[in-house]
């Protein structure tokens, strides 16, 4: 059964930097893509970040890019988001969500499983 957490949300100054994880159990890294998204109140959620099976592919939005990073822990089965020079815009609950034998995607609509997110705030 796929099971994913996310960990790492909390309050941060507009400038500051936060790193995010997503705990995967129930697949392994290398066999499918792993995306981020995020849904600030009165906003449909949108793709923020995602990396393929092995890491060779990654995308990032617009919004977000030279900002923030992306990363696989294979051997703990983990992925990370270093979310760098954050801005009051950032704000919102951030979610990762796992494709079997995906491409790298911003698109919500190809992601079924999610998880249960973590709350990003940035001050201002």
């Known amino acids: 059964q796929l099971q994913l957490v996310e960990s790492g949300g909390g309050l941060v100054q507009s400038g500051g930097s936060l790193r995010l994880s997503c705990a995967v159990s129930g697949a392994a890294l290398d066999g499918g893509t792993i995306g981020w998204f995020r849904q600030a109140p009165g906003t449909e959620r949108e793709g923020v970040s995602c990396i393929d099976s092995y890491g060779t592919s990654t995308k990032f939005s617009e919004s977000v890019q030279g900002r923030f990073t992306i990363s696989k822990n294979y051997a703990e089965n983990t992925v990370s988001l270093q979310m760098n020079n954050l801005k009051p815009e950032d704000t919102g609950v951030y979610y990762c969500?796992?494709?079997?034998?995906?491409?790298?995607?911003?698109?919500?609509?190809?992601?079924?499983?999610w998880g249960q997110g973590t709350q990003v705030t940035v001050s201002l």
């Open positions: 969500t796992y494709g079997f034998r995906m491409p790298c995607s911003l698109n919500r609509g190809d992601f079924r499983r």
